[in-house]
């Protein structure tokens, strides 16, 4: 296709994609083909964001933030730029600007699970808890989603302080998750913590003495 036309930006996306899929020792080759396309057209987001991905992949975060947010810059509209590009600012603890890309994701795509999912871990970042509970629990609301069960439980623990909802959310996320989740020993180490603030909340709780007879 390349041949026949050297200028086709479709045909530079199929190919850094198919390079990208091939694995690691060919995404030099798909990054080549990456710069040969921004070279045909330097605003072209989707060319941008792809390359932010396979840069993401080798490890090299700044290019691929810096890819992830000219794309974003030159095509507004494009959804999953906005969502790599929060994705990969909230790994690293950049707050603001991720619940910024997850708020236009969402716009973007009104309902977006994923988008709506990122930003409420935003907005717990920014301490913002009762906005994050709204989104979290209307999540929620498909019984069988053991991400959103997991975010209630960090949520409740860390940001609202409520104990006894963690604990409930960290045992309703074991129950979901596969076994092969990254999250289970992470959710079963909460619980041990949370039994054991219960515990101690309840030794701390002053005892109720019996009114005195008249």
């Given at each position: 296709?390349?041949?026949?036309?050297?200028?086709?930006?479709?045909?530079?996306?199929?190919?850094?994609?198919?390079?990208?899929?091939?694995?690691?020792?060919?995404?030099?080759?798909?990054?080549?083909a990456g710069r040969n396309a921004l070279s045909v057209d330097p605003t072209d987001a989707a060319a941008q964001n792809l390359m932010g991905?396979?840069?993401l992949k080798q490890g090299e975060v700044r290019q691929?933030?810096?890819?992830?947010?000219?794309?974003?810059?030159?095509?507004?509209?494009?959804?999953?730029?906005?969502?790599?590009?929060?994705?990969?600012?909230?790994a690293y603890n950049d707050i603001?600007?991720?619940?910024?890309?997850?708020?236009?994701a969402e716009?973007?795509?009104?309902?977006?699970?994923?988008?709506?999912?990122g930003l409420a871990v935003a907005l717990r970042g920014q301490g913002k808890g009762e906005e994050a509970l709204r989104i979290e629990l209307d999540l929620a609301k498909e019984p069988a989603d053991a991400d959103v069960r997991f975010n209630l439980c960090v949520l409740y623990q860390e940001t609202l302080e409520r104990?006894?909802?963690?604990?409930?959310?960290?045992?309703?996320?074991?129950?979901?998750?596969?076994?092969?989740?990254?999250?289970r020993q992470e959710a079963t180490r909460r619980i041990e913590a949370l039994r054991l603030t219960i515990e101690a909340s309840r030794s701390a709780a002053p005892a109720l003495t019996p009114a005195s007879p008249r």
């Amino acid at each position: 296709a390349l041949v026949s036309d050297p200028d086709s930006m479709d045909a530079y996306l199929v190919l850094m994609a198919a390079y990208l899929e091939r694995g690691r020792d060919k995404w030099g080759v798909a990054i080549l083909a990456g710069r040969n396309a921004l070279s045909v057209d330097p605003t072209d987001a989707a060319a941008q964001n792809l390359m932010g991905v396979i840069f993401l992949k080798q490890g090299e975060v700044r290019q691929a933030v810096q890819l992830f947010q000219k794309a974003t810059v030159d095509d507004p509209r494009l959804h999953d730029a906005r969502m790599n590009f929060g994705a990969v600012t909230l790994a690293y603890n950049d707050i603001a600007p991720a619940a910024e890309q997850f708020a236009e994701a969402e716009r973007l795509r009104p309902g977006s699970r994923d988008a709506r999912l990122g930003l409420a871990v935003a907005l717990r970042g920014q301490g913002k808890g009762e906005e994050a509970l709204r989104i979290e629990l209307d999540l929620a609301k498909e019984p069988a989603d053991a991400d959103v069960r997991f975010n209630l439980c960090v949520l409740y623990q860390e940001t609202l302080e409520r104990a006894a909802d963690a604990l409930r959310e960290c045992g309703d996320f074991l129950r979901l998750a596969p076994a092969i989740h990254p999250k289970r020993q992470e959710a079963t180490r909460r619980i041990e913590a949370l039994r054991l603030t219960i515990e101690a909340s309840r030794s701390a709780a002053p005892a109720l003495t019996p009114a005195s007879p008249r």
